[in-house]
């Protein structure tokens, strides 16, 4: 069975640190990526998605993740984060062939102190 | 464009008591899906409708859990009985194929239910 990890359980920045949030994933074959945000009170919403092509890809509000295949990662990356970025972040992955059931990590909430 | 909405968004129960959670998609996507976040854990798929008909279920825990899309619209789950193991924040998504195996779900607000 797939799996997917998120390094870290919780992170603390300054504004304007820069982020990086780790996730590797399992499953050997072919597999869309995902990193999609909550933020407190509000619902998932998708951040940023890898379908094909260029493995460096740019998503909403400055977030880019790049996708490393030998590695089976899919960092998540902002360079100078915002006190608004606080929020949990879920990695998301799911098999070219079975593109509707996708495997979450565990959230990887960030604070960000002002 | 409306998003996807699910009610309750809070329900508190006691163990034994039954609980219906209802999931209404993005109109015209054909796919729907049911998850679960447990205690802080990982978002787990529970199952995917296709219109009317589940696709895959593989992630239904067990019997006392029930879904249906009638219509091919809205979608409800029930749990029947709750347990306490129960309790989590379960969320609906729905998608519309936008290209050979690519899909992009967006995601309802969450239905809290606590079991006591």
């Known amino acids: 069975a797939q799996s997917v990890s998120q390094h870290n359980h919780h992170v603390i920045l300054s504004e304007a640190a820069s982020l990086e949030l780790g996730c590797n994933y399992s499953?050997?074959?072919?597999?869309?990526l995902f990193w999609y945000v909550q933020y407190p009170g509000q619902h998932l919403q998708l951040l940023l998605k890898y379908f094909s092509g260029d493995p460096l890809v740019k998503g909403i509000k400055g977030f880019e993740a790049e996708f490393i295949k030998s590695k089976f990662s899919f960092n998540l990356r902002k360079p100078s984060v915002q006190w608004s970025d606080t929020a949990e972040y879920f990695c998301a992955v799911n098999r070219r062939t079975n593109a509707g059931k996708s495997t979450f990590g565990d959230g990887t909430t960030l604070t960000v102190k002002p | 464009e409306a998003g996807v909405t699910q009610f309750p968004s809070h329900s508190v129960i006691e163990k034994g008591q039954t609980v219906t959670l209802r999931c209404d998609p993005i109109s015209g996507h054909d796919n729907l899906y049911w998850y679960r976040r447990v205690m802080g854990k990982e978002i787990k798929f529970l199952l995917h409708f296709v219109k009317e008909s589940k696709q895959d279920e593989s992630g239904m825990p067990n019997n006392r859990f029930l879904a249906e899309r009638t219509g091919g619209t809205y979608s409800t789950l029930k749990v029947q009985p709750a347990e306490l193991e129960d309790s989590g924040v379960y969320f609906c998504?729905?998608?519309?194929?936008?290209?050979?195996?690519?899909?992009?779900?967006?995601f309802g607000p969450g239905t809290r239910l606590l079991v006591l």
């Open positions: 998504a729905s998608s519309s194929v936008q290209g050979k195996y690519q899909e992009t779900q967006y």
């Open positions: 499953y050997g074959g072919t597999v869309n």
